[in-house]
Structures are given as C-alpha cells and as structure tokens.
C-alpha cells in the first residue's frame, strides 16, 4: 500500500525549466528552479518554479529547506545535499532522495518509484 493512494508531494532540484524533460540540477539548494509534482490518485501535476534562494550566501540550504517545507513538500530529489540542508529536511519530516545530475525529471521520479500517472 503505502504512498500510492495518498497524495505526495515532491519537489525536484532541476537545472532548466524543460517541463518533464527538465535535467536534475548539479546542486540542491542553489539550484535555479524546483520542479513541484503533485501526485493524487488518477492525476499528476507539474509545477516549475524560479528557487527565491538560487543567488544566496553560505547556509542557504536550511533556508531552502524552510521554503519547499512551508509548500507542503514531502519528498525531495535533488543530486547531492550538504550537511546543513540534509540536518534540516530531515528535521521537518522531508525524504531524501539522490539522483544523478542530467538526469531527466520523468526518470528521476520512475528511479525512485514515483512513476504513476504522468
């Protein structure tokens, strides 16, 4: 059973703004855009949007952490994480998951077993 008939939130580091097609970013927290999947029974929904935190200093990742948990992200993909982001999703509840750089947004959800529903 599990997360397949409960919504999901996931929230994917992505390097270009190329819908599904989207390549994972080469960092987390500084990563130009998020991608933001929806997942509910029967529908998916995409949602690409500009990382407010993308031009920041040092420490930016508990800030970026902040923001996508203040979305209501569940999930995170994204190529590596830092310490201080990792400390920080793992401390509000969010799932890490590690996808190579380059990788497609589609694939990187199939990876990990978010496939349903595109």
Do not use: C
Not at 4 to 10: D, E, G, P
Not at 11 to 20: I, M, Q
Not at 32 to 43: K, L, N, S, T
Not at 85 to 93: I, K
Request: charged share 10%; aromatic share 6%; proline share 9%.
């Amino acid at each position: 059973m599990g997360m397949v008939n409960n919504m999901v939130k996931i929230a994917v580091a992505v390097e270009a703004n190329n819908g599904w097609d989207s390549p994972v970013a080469y960092r987390f927290a500084r990563a130009p855009f998020f991608a933001i999947i929806d997942i509910q029974p029967g529908r998916t929904n995409l949602q690409i949007i500009p990382n407010p935190h993308a031009m920041g200093g040092r420490g930016v990742g508990p800030l970026v952490a902040q923001w996508l948990a203040g979305m209501g992200v569940q999930v995170i993909i994204a190529p590596h994480i830092g310490p201080n982001a990792s400390a920080a999703l793992s401390s509000l509840g969010i799932q890490i998951k590690i996808s190579p750089p380059g990788t497609p947004l589609k694939q990187a959800l199939i990876m990990h077993g978010f496939g349903g529903g595109f």
